[in-house]
């Protein structure tokens, strides 16, 4: 394909067909997301003098599931995946809320589309989202053993575009994250549940911005020592 329809200012009409792209302003984005990430430290800031001597523990937590790519994003072909991600953190404990920071690294999968350019053959790409990831965490316990959990915080996401003419780039600009859950303490170190979570990625490709939502429901088992 013709270099020119990459580049919107050279061609107007195909960048019509690469709206999938577009992003909102870099104004905006950050008003967006600076409260998920002032949401964020004040946890770690609450969670550290408020809990400070009170016991807590190291914890490791695994999720497996499906994500689905949406928002600006026109994933005809296929918009979901397979997502896989390992956090590991701290908790400072009490008998009913958990105050926790975390750590690790989140894989979206990968997203594939087709655009279609009049005058040309039908356009095949692919997006993969990937990232380390860092936040904080409230867990709120019930004398059940079942608990709800919410986090938030930075995903430093990287998406990995591919396509016809495209070759394969991979760029990384940042992104958010925030979830929830619920789950069940089968013993007082392990414990199993189900999540949701968002994840927001941003990149700039052929001088266009590609931002990215991705929603992930997904089963987790967590281990505390």
């Known amino acids: 394909l013709p270099k020119v329809l990459f580049f919107p200012e050279n061609a107007p009409p195909v960048s019509k067909g690469l709206r999938v ?61 397979t997502s896989a991600t390992l956090r590991a953190g701290y908790y400072w404990q009490s008998e009913v809320v958990d105050f926790g920071v975390e750590g690790g690294y989140a894989s979206m999968g990968s997203a594939k589309g087709s655009l279609a350019i009049p005058g040309y053959p039908p356009l095949n790409y692919a997006a993969k989202v990937s990232g380390p990831l860092a936040g904080a965490t409230i867990k709120y316990k019930f004398q059940n053993k079942m608990f709800l959990s919410a986090r938030a915080g930075y995903f430093g996401s990287k998406i990995k575009l591919s396509g016809d003419g495209l070759g394969s780039q991979s760029k990384s600009e940042g992104g958010s994250y925030i979830g929830a859950g619920v789950g069940y303490d089968l013993t007082p170190q392990f414990s199993l549940g189900v999540n949701w979570d968002e994840y927001r990625a941003r990149a700039s490709f052929y001088g266009i ?17």
């Open 209 to 225: 911005g590609t931002r990215l939502g991705i929603t992930s429901i997904s089963g987790f088992a967590e281990y505390r020592f």
């Open 21 to 81: 792209f577009a992003s909102p302003s870099t104004r905006e984005f950050m008003k967006k997301h600076l409260g998920i990430a002032a949401f964020a430290a004040v946890l770690g800031a609450v969670s550290a003098s408020s809990f400070a001597a009170d016991p807590g523990a190291f914890f490791i937590n695994a999720n497996v599931g499906q994500s689905n790519f949406h928002d600006q994003a026109d994933f005809s072909s296929s918009n979901t995946a």
